[in-house]
């Protein structure tokens, strides 16, 4: 681990929340988008450095800042990066930036405190991204629950806005509890290893427990209570019922948040995985079925969907499902596309939720009935709207190319049926995507208020123009993705590794057939 001199990661948590600090105070709502924009700006400007500081040819943590906390349970104020986290700091920035302007008119009901709420969040999120003690992550998990729920309860578009934001709230809470326990486990088995009493010998730093063994079965435990934790806010089916809820309920620029920002599945990739490697390797067939099940699901159930709203809500499930498919399959292919297609959601997913909520503002509706000929009225709209809807089917020149085309070799490679899955996935996700185009931006202008709608304002257009770009760029050259997390992607494979080789060694002992033991052994290597 690379320390640091600077505090750089602590500024990128704090600003936000300095920001949200100022605009709350702000004399006036005008005073108090400017601060917030500025705030906005200037994160992501930070979130650059540090990218920039960065070295790819290092798979460790870096930029490691650490002070005691709580000394008594050793619990640290511990932060740091590594390949796989360093990039969703410049993509949650953006993302941020973009939530903002995309409500700078729209929100006319305490827009200094629904400001401020976009910062606490963006920084609440930062601090997930960055947490290398447990405690501290989970802190900033569970504060990641009361901007949500005031975005969704008070600026809500839905009826049932206030029962959606309880909806989130419950579920999330309900999430925490496994997790919870097992980062309680994962400490007191630290202190169990170390022959000591469990006050003085707890830690909750990860490095540490990375390096702590576990006891076969408390690592299953473990890593069941990571994966349910997970599980509910990446979504996994059958958790997944918030989120088409709260894409019906909630402001537009708050849906892009919660579907761009796949939190749950960073953390199945950051902690789930590693911390339990032995159970993660006997049980990655669980994992890959369940992600199956959630990519097959959620597209058959988007094909069936009439809302652009709730369709994008299935979408994105189904996507996080071609996800988790990915980190099961165990492989290079598979891990490297995982966390392409989840810097993927914070431009692709949040742009088509964004445009949603656009034609929503004008409309009232993103019913296909209410829809039909919007490329005629909607031209700029339509080819923002078309670019980011190829790039989320993968086709090529855009960035979901690359990181489904790898998702795909991954699960081909790790079974047949897992890349099956995954192929028919694909299929369906363009099923459903340009049957929608066609029947709601295509053909004659039935609606009389669609006819009189209004194209992108300067302001919504040059909130799409970085994301698009961005999306062309990595699909051109995605080795600028893939360089980043290179060896902190084959640290992460190391480790599965040595664990499936511990279960090789486990099953010789208790089997001796040789025969059995090779097939063992070549399904390993």
């Not at 290092?58 to 990066?81: C, K, S």
């Not at 039909?372 to 190319?401: C, D, E, H, Y």
Request: charged share 10%; glycine share 8%; with cysteine.
């Amino acid at each position: 681990m690379s320390e640091t001199g600077f505090p750089l990661l602590s500024l990128v948590m704090a600003l936000p929340l300095l920001g949200a600090l100022a605009t709350c105070v702000a004399s006036d709502s005008n005073l108090a988008k400017k601060i917030a924009l500025t705030a906005a700006v200037l994160e992501l400007a930070v979130t650059l450095i540090v990218v920039s500081l960065f070295n790819a040819e290092d798979g460790g943590f870096q930029l490691i800042e650490r002070h005691a906390w709580l000394p008594t349970l050793n619990i640290e104020y511990l932060v740091g990066i590594d390949g796989i986290s360093v990039l969703f700091l410049p993509m949650s920035a953006l993302l941020t930036l973009m939530a903002i302007v995309a409500s700078w008119h729209s929100v006319q009901y305490l827009p200094r405190f629904h400001f401020a709420l976009l910062l606490a969040l963006e920084g609440i999120t930062m601090g997930i991204f960055v947490a290398l003690d447990m405690v501290l992550f989970f802190l900033f998990w569970e504060l990641t629950l009361p901007p949500i729920f005031f975005l969704i309860g008070l600026w809500g578009i839905g009826p049932q806005r206030r029962g959606a934001a309880m909806k989130y709230t419950l579920f999330m809470l309900f999430g925490g509890v496994p997790l919870l326990f097992a980062i309680i486990m994962l400490a007191v088995n630290h202190a169990t290893q170390m022959h000591g009493s469990v006050p003085e010998n707890l830690t909750f730093s990860l490095p540490v427990l990375l390096d702590t063994p576990i006891p076969g079965k408390w690592q299953t435990i473990i890593f069941l209570l990571l994966l349910a934790g997970f599980a509910v806010k990446a979504p996994l089916v059958p958790f997944h019922t918030w989120l088409p809820t709260t894409a019906m309920e909630a402001p537009a620029h708050t849906t892009a948040l919660l579907t761009g920002l796949k939190l749950g599945a960073f953390g199945l990739l950051r902690y789930t995985m590693p911390l339990a490697p032995v159970a993660a390797v006997e049980y990655s067939w669980v994992l890959g079925i369940l992600g199956a099940i959630t990519l097959v699901y959620g597209a058959m159930i988007a094909l069936q969907q009439t809302n652009l709203r709730r369709l994008l809500a299935y979408a994105s499930i189904s996507h996080v499902g071609l996800v988790i498919v990915g980190i099961a399959t165990l492989n290079m292919q598979g891990l490297q596309g995982a966390v392409f297609q989840l810097l993927n959601f914070t431009l692709i997913a949040s742009c088509l939720m964004l445009i949603a909520g656009f034609i929503q503002h004008r409309l009232g509706s993103t019913e296909v009935i209410h829809l039909g000929g919007l490329a005629k009225v909607m031209p700029r709209l339509t080819a923002f709207f078309f670019l980011f809807a190829i790039a989320s089917i993968g086709v090529p020149g855009a960035s979901g190319f690359p990181a489904e085309l790898l998702l795909i070799i991954g699960a081909l490679n790790a079974h047949p049926s897992l890349g099956i899955a995954a192929l028919i996935g694909a299929i369906l996700g363009a099923s459903y995507m340009l049957s929608f185009i066609r029947r709601a931006f295509y053909g004659p202008v039935v609606h009389t208020s669609v006819r009189q709608l209004q194209d992108l304002r300067k302001r919504e257009l040059a909130l799409l123009c970085a994301p698009a770009v961005l999306v062309l760029l990595f699909g051109f050259f995605p080795n600028l993705i893939l360089n980043t997390n290179k060896l902190t992607a084959e640290a992460w494979l190391s480790r599965l590794t040595s664990s499936s080789l511990e279960i090789v060694d486990d099953y010789v002992l208790q089997d001796q057939d040789p025969h059995k033991t090779a097939l063992l052994s070549g399904a390993v290597k």
